[in-house]
């Protein structure tokens, strides 16, 4: 049973930063997606930020320049590391992964946002920014 369990939130003022890290075990099969997906109170869910079996990576337009997506295979950690933060970051943030066969870290965004969403995911991390 594939399991995953963020860690890393927090509260901070407007441009600060946090690093989310997500910790996947239970797979055997070691080609995957992952990534990271928000959801604020009254909003949709939006897919932040994905890194393929390939190692490429896509951060949403909102994300760019401030957040930057990794993964340390040895200890099948993933992380999230997010820079000038703003009070619209603040959200539940969740750690995703999906198994479909050559899906790409574009194609992980749109599906963490859809009603399908990826095939698994943690509890989430709460992170809110004040201004």
């Known amino acids: 049973q594939v399991q995953l369990v963020e860690s890393g939130g927090g509260s901070v003022q407007t441009g600060g930063s946090l690093t989310l890290s997500c910790v996947v075990s239970?797979?055997?099969?070691?080609?995957?997606?992952m990534g990271w997906f928000r959801q604020a109170p009254g909003k949709e869910r939006e897919g932040v930020a994905a890194?393929?079996?390939?190692?490429?990576?896509r951060l949403a337009d909102s994300v760019k320049g401030r957040f930057s997506i990794s993964k340390d295979n040895a200890k099948n950690i993933l992380y999230l590391q997010m820079n000038s933060l703003k009070p619209e970051d603040t959200a539940m943030y969740y750690c995703?992964?999906?198994?479909?066969?050559?899906?790409?870290?574009?194609?992980?965004?749109?599906?963490?946002?859809?009603?399908?969403?990826?095939?698994?995911w943690g509890q989430g991390t709460q992170v809110t920014v004040s201004s």
């Open positions: 995703g992964a999906d198994f479909t066969p050559r899906m790409t870290a574009i194609q992980a965004l749109g599906v963490m946002e859809s009603p399908v969403g990826f095939g698994y």
């Open positions: 239970g797979y055997t099969y070691n080609r995957f997606c």
């Open positions: 890194i393929d079996a390939d190692g490429d990576t």
